[in-house]
């Protein structure tokens, strides 16, 4: 099926996102249980709060947004293949353009070090992806996108599968029947990102 923004919109606010396979085919997935990373439990190391206080960089919202959804699609360490296909970051880049998708970004000396992208519908923010070329850059803009949507009034800050890199953050399961609720009450929040 043929990405459109407003495919993605749908689904989303279902509990509904995509990934396209190596094959170039997408498919569609509601994991169960739901990995999130609740807003008011998000945890700063130590050392990443250290590296932020000690500065050097810049965060920027909406900037580069294809940059980012590129390079989040370069294969990395422990990562020979990617999800995101050329569709969805043209697809992704129209629904930037409609005010849904954004990206934070971590520059360093004007040069894009880290940064990730999501969709935002209602109070929910659904984050897709990041990259870092710099130690610590993708956390930075995670750090900064947690603030951001605290202060914006969003309520669920969907992070689809757990990894290790998020349970540290504080991210959690939830089943699929609670996610739900959770996005149900989330799209009736008019936040502001």
Not at 7 to 32: C, K, R, T, V
Not at 59 to 83: H, K, L, M, Y
Request: glycine share 8%; proline share 4%.
């Amino acid at each position: 099926m043929k990405l459109s923004p407003h495919l993605l919109l749908d689904a989303y606010s279902q509990g509904i996102f995509p990934m396209a396979d190596e094959d170039g085919i997408n498919y569609w997935y509601d994991p169960d249980p739901r990995a999130i990373l609740p807003l008011e439990n998000f945890h700063v190391s130590r050392s990443l709060a250290r590296r932020m206080r000690r500065g050097g960089f810049e965060v920027r919202v909406d900037t580069a947004f294809r940059e980012v959804i590129t390079a989040c699609a370069q294969p990395g360490p422990n990562r020979e293949s990617t999800w995101i296909s050329r569709e969805f970051i043209a697809t992704y880049t129209e629904l930037q353009a409609m005010g849904f998708a954004h990206s934070v970004e971590t520059w360093i000396d004007d040069e894009l070090a880290g940064g990730l992208y999501g969709v935002a519908l209602g109070g929910l923010f659904a984050g897709e992806s990041m990259f870092s070329r710099v130690t610590d850059s993708s956390k930075i803009a995670l750090a900064h996108l947690v603030e951001r949507l605290r202060r914006g009034g969003f309520c669920l800050l969907d992070v689809q599968f757990m990894t290790p890199h998020l349970k540290r953050h504080g991210a959690v399961e939830i089943l699929r029947v609670e996610y739900k609720a959770r996005l149900a009450r989330a799209l009736t929040v008019e936040a502001q990102f």
